[in-house]
């Protein structure tokens, strides 16, 4: 195999790797908020309609997420969570945008 197809390869598979980093971080984030702050994650999630609902939890979830709060719990696995959601996507998009840009560049050596 040519190293340009082993080095594509390995840019797609390490932006998507950092990308599911970011999705499992946001779960995890959640999982342990609800688990170890039962009245904040309430705060979190209570729909100004009263009814419950998937989207706007996942929205706010991802407000908390980027703001400062989560420092305020002095939390080591809250912190460590938010600091993998905020950084996978920094490294995804360079991977993705150099894979892409080796597919490019090899389509015009043809």
């Not at 995890?28 to 994650?41: G, I, M, S, V």
């Not at 460590?80 to 998009?93: F, G, I, K, T, V």
Request: one cysteine or more; hydrophobic letters at 55%.
């Amino acid at each position: 195999m040519q190293t340009t197809v082993v080095l594509y390869l390995l840019l797609l598979l390490a932006a998507v790797g950092f990308f599911v980093v970011h999705l499992v971080a946001q779960w995890r984030f959640a999982r342990l908020l609800r688990q170890r702050y039962p009245d904040q994650w309430k705060t979190i999630i209570e729909a100004d309609t009263g009814r419950p609902n998937g989207l706007a939890n996942w929205l706010r979830v991802r407000r908390v997420l980027r703001s400062d709060a989560p420092a305020l719990f002095n939390d080591d696995d809250l912190n460590r969570w938010q600091a993998r959601w905020r950084r996978a996507p920094w490294l995804a998009w360079p991977c993705w945008l150099a894979a892409m840009g080796l597919q490019w560049w090899a389509m015009k050596q043809r």
